[in-house]
């Protein structure tokens, strides 16, 4: 056994993994992680069973990627199973990024092949060096300890076998093996996020300590220690403060927290205990930032109707000795619509009603690039949106930021400045990021989300009504 598989098999052991002569299914890209990850399970006693996906972007160069790994696993006699996917056409269709498409098909289709086959667990190729990148991504992004922890050894029936080795060792091997791999060309471009901080932050990072990625990887694993026993606590004390015969009045979706005990609790645990409050009523954490955390905080001391908009359609309000997080009602009374995070090139329409419509695509902004001056299409810096998107009706506590030293007005004294009747303001459309409005169609644009030098991509925004 050599020394590199030795220390894989100590880490899947650390793990309770994978036992000797377990199936696995081993997700192949042709890259050098992947085709390191499929060799020492292959040489460790495991029977893996490759699951390679095209996801038809990248034309001659994936289908080149698809030979390479089906002919490596005819050599090293492992089954062999290729899924495609024209992840571009489905990301359209399901409003997602493209990466968040392609991630969702993977995921699909190893648990498809996992179930099948009779494998026990899925294995991906994630190592060191993207545990570091992952807790810089999440580290920009605002995360808390969670995020921090960066990428988890084992998530269900997920296992990173490879989470503590770095890449330069993942390459050493396969040298070692005289073993050749491929390299997807998209990981080279520099006009992704990841991508940026994997060839721009990373590298500075060494340059400064040799031991940055390890260093990285400790504090994440220190992160994920401290989380768990702060998500310990914070559990019993949510149930503690829960009130469940109100829940149940309410229905699913509605969370009600009794608000006395909880603001005699430390910060950490009270923020804890509302961030996994609001994870209870949406059924999900993605898009639930510090600031909402904060915004819902501060509602603690108000009085009786005071409210915040929370993502996926959520509001947090006081009653009485009561905070309640639920589903707005405007989502069913009104208009509500999420617009996905992933607007793409190709148009996105979203009917209103049957006589209006929002139009809204991307593009890259350049030199060339014409600021539209019209009240019903507006540009948008798309890298100033952190929240979640939606259209909707007006609501309380709405505002819009009105010059560029970040004043801010109510959408209630937009409507009175424009001299809207009061019948028409409930019903007006307003593109908005919780309770900040992006633009209020027809009368007033963000000064916050405005095209300038610095703009790299730009949100277009048409609204539409049927014969004008």
Known sequence: ???????????????????????????????????????????????????????????????????????????????????????????????????????????????????????????????????????IFNMTRGSGLNGLAGIKPVRDNIIRPLLDAKRSEIEEYLKELGQDFKTDSTNLSKDYDRNKIRHIVIPTLLELNAGAIEHICEAAKDSEESYNYIKEISDAELDKYTDKQAMKINGDGCVVLETSGLKNETKLIREHIIHEAIALAAGRKKDITRRHIYDVEALLDNETGSSVNLPYGLTARISYDNLIISVLSHKTDGLYKEIEAGVTEEKTVIRINDDETLELWTEKRDPDTVIIKNDYTKMADYGKIKDTLCI??????????????????????????????????????LIACGNEIIWAVGLRYSEAFKVDDTTKKILYMKYQRKGE
Not at 31 to 44: E, P, R, T, W
Not at 45 to 51: H, L, N, W
């Open 1 to 135: 056994m050599k020394i590199f598989e030795k220390k894989i098999y100590g880490f899947i052991n650390e793990y309770k993994m994978l036992k000797e002569g377990e199936k696995v299914i081993v997700g192949l890209s042709g890259g050098a992680d992947s085709v390191c990850l499929l060799y020492v399970l292959k040489n460790l006693g495991m029977k893996p069973v490759a699951v390679h996906i095209n996801h038809m972007i990248r034309g001659e160069e994936a289908d080149n990627d698809e030979e390479f790994c089906k002919a490596l696993c005819e050599k090293l006699e492992v089954p062999f199973k290729a899924y495609h996917k024209d992840i571009k056409a489905y990301a359209a269709a399901e409003k997602m990024t493209v990466e968040e498409a392609g991630r969702r098909f993977r995921y699909e289709c190893f648990e498809k092949e996992r179930k099948e086959s009779g494998a026990t667990k899925t294995a991906v190729a994630h190592n060191k060096n993207d545990l570091a990148e992952t807790v």
């Open 392 to 429: 909707r009706n007006p609501m309380e506590g709405d505002y819009i930021v009105i010059d560029d030293k970040g004043n801010t007005k109510k959408i209630s004294r937009v409507f009175i400045d424009n001299k809207i009747d009061r019948e028409k303001r409930t019903s007006w459309p």
